[in-house]
């Protein structure tokens, strides 16, 4: 399912190693002329903003520029709205691409395949005609209608039309053509001002081409105008890290990439209320040190959001080289919540490897709907914003590549609860298309690739309605097992005890093969080996006195 060239095999530092190479690949005079672009697109972009981060006490070390809403649509416009494929459509000749392609062109080359040969050409005679009047009717600013070709095209697509010759084509010419229709639907529901039937698409887009960093800008795209600005900084973050990742050479591409990266971020801590942020510069200090004075710091610069302060211990954060003091520096992110209980379970979300949200302990029945709901608005929706605005600024996470699509598939699995059918399948397409991404970000252990295609299969049977014994309800009840059992251990802990007259020195804890400790816990159970053998006396070890 999942490419074995290209960037799969790169790791997250390849990203920085991408980006020193090419800055000692500028002359002179290039370098002069970033600078020179640097200090413009801080005039162009946007103004300084009076905001929290002027009087020292915003998220980032220093205060980054604002950028207008204008700014970022002429972004857009730039980079999703205009497609190197229409010109193939137009002309009848293939055209370079804005990135390099992931793996050389003679790798990437099917047996069969001429040289300079486009895969659009190849598409069946059906599907070529409602790709050329889709694009037509684009030209024409007819959206509508061309959302109707382009669904055509898709559904020609999806029957076996898509190529003329299937023996002179691959999967991948397949999927990327595919990837391209999907992308066309995207631009036509943003200008149908529809971002929700966008967002659909683009998911879809991604799955079918996670290594274009167009198809996550588009996705980024449609997160803005849905308002889910930390959702929109991650998928510019993603979009950014693809581009240098392909070597991508346009200098001004990349600082329009971060910038947008950047607008999202200041716009996700703006429009929040539970919780506020800051970002702390880290090198190779001990990070246990450096977490306690983040932890420090932080109730020093915002005394309102002292309930509960947490700094993230999984994975370094990384900033827009635009909102940095310092490029390429990496971060400690700490968070500050008005609500103490909303905070404990973040931290408890974010730190375990198998965790569960409030949400699934909750025994669902018609009778409790109406409460469900309310923990819903109430909590659930402000933790999930918390989760969210975490991963907008993390690549690498220590829990494991799939992390971020586990917290999609419990998002997705209380909403299911909820009987939100629609937003589910939403969520679900959107953790196959972070899935699908994971291999072109970092490297992949063999167990976590396992991992990875079983989650992707798992949603693809959500997505069907098809029930039954999946990996992820496994996780889940691995994961209530161990959260009951670590509630009974902090509750035995916290409730006081009657000590027995001469039993002070009488030590209980068990010995040998006959128990077995579970993980985490101070919890023992017995052993299924020893139970084979029959029940035996029980014996009181006496401690030394």
């Known amino acids: 399912m999942f490419p074995q060239q290209g960037l799969s095999s790169r790791a997250p530092e390849a990203w920085q190693e991408a980006k020193e190479h090419k800055e000692r690949s500028q002359s002179g005079a290039d370098r002069a002329s970033r600078k020179r672009k640097a200090g413009s697109l801080g005039t162009v972009s946007g103004t300084k ?17 604002h950028i207008p809403l204008s700014r970022l649509r002429e972004i857009e416009a730039e980079l999703i709205c205009a497609d190197e494929a229409d010109t193939e459509f137009e002309s009848g000749e293939p055209v370079a691409p804005a990135v390099p392609p992931a793996v050389p062109p003679a790798a990437a080359q099917p047996p069969g395949q001429a040289p300079g040969d486009s895969r659009w050409h190849r598409a069946g005679a059906g599907l070529q005609a409602a790709l050329r009047e889709g694009s037509a009717r684009c030209r024409q600013r007819d959206f ?9 095209a898709l559904e020609l697509c999806s029957k076996g039309f898509a190529i003329e010759d299937p023996l002179k084509s691959s999967p991948d010419d397949i999927s990327r053509l595919a990837s391209w229709i999907e992308s066309k639907l995207v631009v036509c529901y943003l200008k149908l001002e529809q971002p929700g039937l966008a967002l659909h698409h683009s998911h879809r887009s991604i799955i079918q081409n996670p290594s274009h960093f167009c198809n996550h800008l588009r996705q980024a795209t449609c997160f803005r105008c849905l308002h889910r600005y930390s959702e929109a900084a991650r998928s510019a973050m993603v979009a950014q890290c693809l581009y240098v990742l392909a070597e991508g050479a346009g200098l001004e591409t990349s600082d329009l990439l971060q910038l947008y990266w950047q607008a999202m971020i200041q716009e996700a801590i703006r429009g929040e209320s539970s919780f506020s942020a800051l970002y702390t510069p880290f090198e190779k200090e001990d990070k246990a040190d450096k977490i306690k004075e983040a932890n420090k710091t932080f109730a020093e610069k915002h005394p309102d959001y002292v309930q509960h302060i947490f700094t993230d211990p999984h994975g ?60 819903w608005q109430n909590t659930g929706e402000r933790i999930m914003a918390a989760m969210a605005f975490l991963g ?30 629609e937003e589910q399948a939403q969520v679900m397409t959107q953790a196959m298309a972070e899935l699908a991404t994971v291999p072109y970000l970092q490297r992949v252990s063999e167990e976590d690739d396992k991992l990875l295609q079983s989650l992707m299969a798992d949603a693809m049977d959500i997505l069907a309605g098809r029930t039954g014994e999946h990996v992820w309800t496994k996780i889940q009840k691995v994961a209530l097992i161990e959260e009951y059992l670590r509630e009974g251990e902090e509750h035995y802990l916290r409730t006081p005890r009657v000590q027995i007259p001469g039993m002070e020195n009488i030590n209980w804890t068990p010995r040998g093969q006959k128990y077995l400790r579970l993980e985490n816990t101070n919890m023992f159970i017995p052993n299924p080996r020893s139970l084979a053998t029959g029940p035996k006396k029980r014996h009181i070890v006496f401690a030394k006195s």
Not at 50 to 63: D, K, Q, V, W
Not at 364 to 373: I, Q, R, T
Not at 403 to 420: D, N, V, W
Request: with cysteine; proline share 9%; hydrophobic share 35%.
């Open 316 to 375: 370094i954060h990384l900033l827009p080289e635009k909102a940095e003091s310092h490029p390429d520096q990496q971060y400690l992110l700490t968070l500050g919540f008005r609500n103490k209980e909303i905070g404990k379970t973040v931290e408890k979300f974010v730190t375990r490897k198998l965790p569960v949200f409030p949400g699934q302990k909750i025994t669902f029945s018609p009778s409790m709907e109406e409460a469900a709901e309310t923990f």
């Open 392 to 421: 907008s600024t993390k690549i690498k996470d220590e829990r494991g590549p799939c992390a971020q699509a586990i917290e999609q598939f419990h998002h997705a699995s209380l909403l299911s609860h909820l009987q939100r059918g």
């Open 49 to 65: 903003a009076e905001t929290p981060a002027e009087s020292g006490t915003g998220p980032f070390p220093s205060a980054p520029l």
């Open 144 to 152: 509508a209608a061309a959302a109707a070709k382009f669904s055509t």
